[in-house]
């Protein structure tokens, strides 16, 4: 039986039916899949969606920055180094060169570019590369990264970044997209942001970035290791120029412009900061652990404590750029030189120090047995081959009053350690005895190498002489005069001692005041500390700010108690302030990423003793600098300004001190070796006036020179209204008195009560 043509074309017509039927079945079932499969994107039904509140504030961790007086940014506290920076703070020059080079129809698209999406096939086909990811899409990666990427999860993990960015669209504007996006892509070096990259790598804030500039930053967008501009210059130009092309076909910028770019360089101007390097790292530390503390007790809107590593904080300090990079150049001036002097010592320059018994060699094995090398070596060996193995010679990097602050060199481990205890350290604070404003801190001499911190109030060390100024105020506050006598004979205190405690001094004999504090005599500080009596001016130390250990024993006169160099700058500030105590202070506001304060802070003052009393300490302390111990800032250094000051030196010369002020600065330094049992071996060397001294020199020379710190040469100590003198020795006060000569020295005394060697 045969089938009739018309049935079978009926029935082919029919299964053709029946196929276009599925057809658009399967097309309508994708279609609805794909839009239920959006939707549940969208509402975060298949996996995690931001909501509407995070797009518009993405909790990226930003860095916080610290500021100086002046708003440079000193550094940075961070997970990922990151700022913001807001759309009219950024140049057109990279809002042109970024939409020239990655987004061309940024403007025209809702998120997703049709024209550009479409190309992909066709590019494939012809093997060819080709980005289609809009800004928007790319600012979706950055705010949400892929958490997982293989060729099965990408598809969809595409999809959503998809949605995101068409939400991104729906709720920001353009400004506010192209702003996001620059404030999160990442740059080379670790650097997030451009306003991160543009200071690292050209020393300049977004807004002042030139064109071939934002050409090379653009261009790292590529891939931001392989154009590198520090590491490779030559790709980076490359692409740079490329980067500009594009800028010249979307007429951004003209041709004649692009050929002069490009035949020119674009140099760097690289300062990366980082925990090390950079402007005040010693005062940074100090400034991480302090804020971390205070977050503590800060919340944000949510409740939540404040996150100095990731909720972008600015933090407002009172440093002073121009005193800091000062005192920076100060130590380095003057350590240079006197390490040097110290090193050609005997017993230093021969290594003998090293082959005694007792505490040099306990220090020794205790640095050792605590290095990083020794500990990891730990792990796989005994003690005693790990010690062999720091006695083996190896390729190093150590410290050097050099250029580049180090050198390479071949040693043992052990021999490092010993060479790095030699070193000479130093601690500088300067401060507004007034406002309590810290304007300058120095903490060591290298903080890459030497991290301990000199100026730290939790840093103590010996004070020697520099405590004097304390208990001479005390007793004049109390009815001694200045141009009273007192005795330099031997002091008894048979509580404490059995014998007359004589600390030197007994052939100057009965003195004026004055005169014992201007060349620092020992038995003086003991005969008018045993006047005043030792607890009430215990007692009177704390009240000027003093919080260390201050042991009630006879000695105190003598500045054997270990303080910090933070808390005799306080102390002090009561003298030029006319008997008001300030207490340092380096921090003025805390704010948030979006500029709210969080915190404020100001200077704690209280009167501790009256004007008249204060203005008699500066006037004998003037004494110490025109005919005393400090006489050298006059003869050697040719400071003539009105300055008043103390000098100290401790037992065996293991500590030098220098604490002055002008009518407007108060500044103070120490010098020593971190381990005491290294020290001078003279007093001549080893006094503050010698060790110290010089460091505040150099840094009032600078400031002095610079206008712009604000420091008057020419402004003088005045004089409080109904001040009531005693008959001053002419020339004491004024200068006119002839300055001591070189044999002028610091005479200091073992503290009887002290176990030192």
Not at 396 to 410: E, I
Not at 532 to 555: E, H, N, T, Y
Not at 712 to 739: I, L, N, R, V
Request: with cysteine; hydrophobic share 40%; net charge positive.
């Amino acid at each position: 039986m045969k089938t009739h043509p018309q049935n079978t074309k009926n029935i082919t017509a029919d299964k053709t039916r029946r196929r276009i039927r599925r057809l658009w079945f399967g097309f309508v079932f994708l279609l609805l899949s794909f839009i239920l499969l959006v939707i549940g994107i969208e509402n975060g039904l298949v996996g995690y969606m931001p909501s509407l509140a995070e797009l518009e504030n993405p909790q990226n961790a930003i860095s916080s920055e610290v500021l100086a007086a002046d708003g440079t940014i000193l550094g940075r506290y961070y997970v990922l180094d990151r700022s913001n920076s807001k759309f009219h703070e950024i140049s057109p020059n990279i809002i042109n060169a970024l939409l020239a080079t990655e987004d061309a129809r940024f403007y025209e698209h809702a998120g997703i570019d049709p024209v550009a999406t479409i190309a992909i096939p066709f590019y494939v086909l012809m093997n060819k590369k080709r980005g289609s990811s809009t800004i928007t899409q790319q600012l979706a990666k950055n705010l949400f990264p892929r958490e997982k990427k293989s060729m099965l999860t990408l598809p969809f993990m595409k999809l959503k970044e998809w949605v995101l960015a068409v939400k991104l669209e729906r709720n920001l504007t353009k400004r506010e997209i192209i702003t996001l996006y620059l404030n999160t892509v990442p740059f080379a070096d670790n650097v997030y942001g451009i306003k991160n990259a543009s200071l690292t790598f050209y020393n300049k804030t977004p807004d002042k970035v030139s064109v071939d500039e934002a050409a090379v930053l653009v261009g790292m967008l590529k891939g931001n290791t392989y154009y590198n501009p520090r590491t490779r210059p030559k790709r980076a130009r490359e692409r740079r120029n490329v980067v500009m092309e594009q800028m010249v076909k979307y007429s951004y910028l003209n041709s004649d412009e692009f050929e002069r770019l490009k035949a020119k360089e674009t140099p760097l101007d690289y300062h990366k900061i980082d925990y090390h390097d950079g402007i005040a790292p010693y005062f940074r530390q100090v400034v991480e652990q302090y804020v971390k503390d205070a977050c503590k007790d800060l919340k944000k809107p949510d409740g939540t404590p404040y996150d100095i590593y990731k909720d972008g904080l600015k933090i407002y300090t009172t440093i002073d750029m121009r005193m800091q990079r000062y005192g920076e150049e100060a130590i380095e001036q003057h350590l240079t030189e006197l390490q040097k002097q110290f090193l050609a010592q005997p017993g230093y320059v021969d290594g003998a120090v090293w082959k005694k018994k007792g505490s040099v060699q306990n220090i020794l094995t205790a640095a050792i047995k605590a290095s990083d090398r020794f500990q990891a070596l730990r792990q796989d060996m005994t003690e005693e081959d790990a010690m062999a193995e720091m006695r083996k010679p190896i390729k190093m990097r150590v410290f050097a009053w050099n250029k580049g602050r180090s050198k390479d060199t071949v040693m043992s481990p052990i021999d490092s350690i010993k060479y790095m205890k030699l070193f000479l350290q130093s601690g500088f604070l300067a401060m507004d005895p007034f406002t309590g404003e810290v304007k300058a801190w120095v903490g060591g001499i290298d903080h890459k190498f030497f991290m301990y911190d000199h100026v730290n109030i939790n840093t103590k060390r010996q004070v020697g002489s520099t405590i004097k100024p304390l208990l001479y105020s005390f007793a004049i506050d109390n009815g001694f005069s200045p141009c009273g006598i007192v005795s330099t004979a031997p002091q008894e205190f048979p509580d404490f001692l059995d014998h007359p405690y004589d600390a030197g001094g007994s052939d100057e004999g009965d003195i004026p005041m004055k005169t014992a504090l201007a060349k620092s005599i020992n038995n003086a500080a003991l005969y008018i500390l045993k006047q005043v009596r030792i607890d009430p001016f215990v007692d009177f130390a704390q009240k000027c700010g003093i919080s260390s250990r201050l042991d009630p024993v006879p000695a105190i006169a003598l500045g054997a108690a270990d303080i910090s160099l933070f808390e005799m700058l306080g102390a002090y500030s009561m003298f030029p302030n006319g008997g008001m105590h300030t207490e340092p202070f380096f921090l003025t506001k805390i704010e948030d990423k979006n500029g709210m304060l969080v915190k404020s802070f100001a200077a704690k003052q209280k009167e501790l003793i009256n004007p008249n009393t204060a203005f008699k300490m500066v006037k004998m302390m003037r004494g110490v600098v025109n005919a005393g111990t400090g006489g050298r800032l006059r003869y050697r250094y040719g400071i003539h300004n009105d300055v008043a000051g103390k000098t100290g030196t401790t037992n065996n010369q293991a500590d030098a001190w220098f604490i002055a002020y002008t009518p407007q600065l108060l500044a103070g330094v120490w010098v020593g070796c971190d381990d005491r049992v290294f020290r001078f071996r003279s007093e001549r060397l080893g006094q503050g006036a010698a060790a110290a001294l010089p460091i505040w020199a150099y840094f009032m020379k600078r400031v002095y020179a610079d206008p712009k710190t604000g420091i008057d040469p020419a402004k003088t100590f005045q004089q409080p209204q109904g001040f009531d003198d005693c008959e001053a020795e002419p020339g004491f006060y004024d200068g006119a008195a002839k300055p001591p000569g070189e044999d002028e020295i610091e005479t200091v005394r073992p503290d009887p009560n002290s176990d030192d060697e």
